[in-house]
């Protein structure tokens, strides 16, 4: 061991707990915010991993449907201290946002139909709109690198917009596409996907980049299944416990159904989830309106943790708005959707990681994203280019309209919105402006633009 190399008894696990308690609370800025504080804390100030067995992760996470980053954080925090540290870590990553968001959603049930309030869910919306078209220009940007990944995210966009062909079978037939490819010229798709590279000349770190796993990361069949087993009995016993109490089609139950399918699914992070969830909880269940949507959303990016816990408000709003627990017992319903949504939500992505790491862990400098994932990754652009020109519409045209291509509606769009939406692409774009600033600052405009109109 190195001298100047950190030794892993100094690293408590109450001191792994205190670091994960506190980055549950300051994960601004999406995935690539929180991942970039992860690195910042844990490669380059704390040395606790190197920088290739960060990446190393990452490429492993950046494969899996659901959250990357709280999946990373899962990953580490089981590296470090087994499946207690994964549990605590990943856990930790969700619970503070969980419990800001009920307590956000219980206020905008409550008291999201006064004047002053709408006029800021007005000004978060056009935010909105702005954030998720800058999402899909950024991972445009850094996956569509081949005319061959425009064809398939411009393919999954028409898919959506024109046929609204359901959200899975884009993701399928992509993979279709990919395996296809792959067989003849993946290097067409694989050229510029991935995470690699590594700094040379870094200092030595408490998991460094050449040490073998410990003991607990070390893969083995027994454990593997042990842990499915647990994970699948966990889940039927609380689905179990749903369908006795309210029956299958009861909205509790029919929550906890969704968002396993979701969390199974879902490539490409929070903004590629979402037009599935959209439209789903929207247009099938019923649970929320499109201009909810929106709202939820915006409340999620003032939050910490991964803008997947937007599911945490829709399952709060379908709670409530269907009286789940009964119509006197409202917040309570909302309250107990919230929790449940979260917990079929993020269930498979503990399991992705205390099933598959071992085994990753086994076959570093191996792992790559082949050309069925990097097909998956461009069609996830055209989802989110969907995803942006679907609340654009709702926030420019509050009121609906019949089509956009009738002069009428041009007449009827709401010019506020185009200046907010426009403004906000500029501070993303040009002055990289911090997402949790921007929205709250067209809350704030939106606030004024009603107080001066009462």
Sequence with gaps: MSPTRPDREFVSFRTALAFWLKLGFISFGGPTGQIAIMHTELVERRRWISERRFLHALNYCMVLPGPEAQQLATYIGWLMHGVRGGLVAGGLFVLPSLVLLIALSWMYMAFGSMP??????SGMKAAVVAIVAFA???IGTRVLKHPLSWAIAMSAFGALYFFAVPFPYIVLGAAVVGLAIGRVAPQLLTQSTGHAGHSTGEQSALFDNDDPPPAHARFTWKRALSVLAIALTLWALVEGVLVACFGWHSTLAQIGWFFTKAALITFGGAYAV???????AVDQYGWLTPAQMIDGLALGETTPGPLIMVVAFVGYVGGWSHAALGANALASSGAVAAVIATFFTFLPSFVFILVGAPAVEATRNEIRLVAPLAAITAAVVGVILN??????????WPQG??????LAAWRSIDIVAVCLIGAGLVALLRFKLNVVVLVLACALAGLLRTAFMR
């Design 401 to 406: 309209i019949d089509g956009v291509f009738e």
């Design 274 to 280: 979402l037009p599935y969830v959209q439209q789903a």
């Design 387 to 396: 995803l942006a020109v679907y609340f654009a519409m709702h926030v420019l």
């Design 136 to 138: 899909a220009y950024r």
């Design 116 to 121: 002053l309030a709408a006029g800021m869910l």
